[in-house]
């Protein structure tokens, strides 16, 4: 049960960006600008990132949410659960790997990414802005998981509700144009 008078047929985050929509501008903004905006790193990637930073931080709604992005942009769903079992051992490349730690490190806390975190990153080939990106990627997800989770939403009671999440923000984090008066099933 939320904390707060939330949308029924909105769960997660979808109902407390709808409860406040002032605040919900500028983050989709933000989400859309650092998940979908010009980088060396795929969308696949930086979902990676928020599918695992999500699973640490045990927010259930964003990392559901965030793995169905994931399986969508990268085909299929083997990658982004070994990720979250085991990066160091999933099948993604060493810098993917080195991002993926960065990511786990900014998750525990930010004074947890040492320079030799950063360092083997650059080894493997990783940008400045690359690791910029994965810090922020990570710290953003914090928040999002304690804003999820400190207001109490609730999870979908329908699982296809994730796969029509995921296809809908895979393409953009933005408002639909015609808001939210139904479930994002019915869509």
Sequence with gaps: MPHIPLPPHLPGITGLLEYRQDTAEPIRGLTQLILRGESTLTFAERELIASLVSHRNECRFCTAAHSAVTDILIGESDTCTLV???????PVSDKMKALL???ALTQRGGRFVTES??????NAGASDLEIHDT???AALFCFYNKYVDGLATQLPDDPAYFKALGERIAVSY????????HSILDH
């Design 84 to 90: 979250k079992e085991n990066y160091e051992t999933a």
């Design 101 to 103: 730690h960065i990511a």
């Design 117 to 122: 975190a950063v360092t083997r990153a650059k």
């Design 135 to 137: 810090v922020l990627i």
């Design 174 to 181: 933005g408002r639909r144009p015609e808001g939210y008066e």
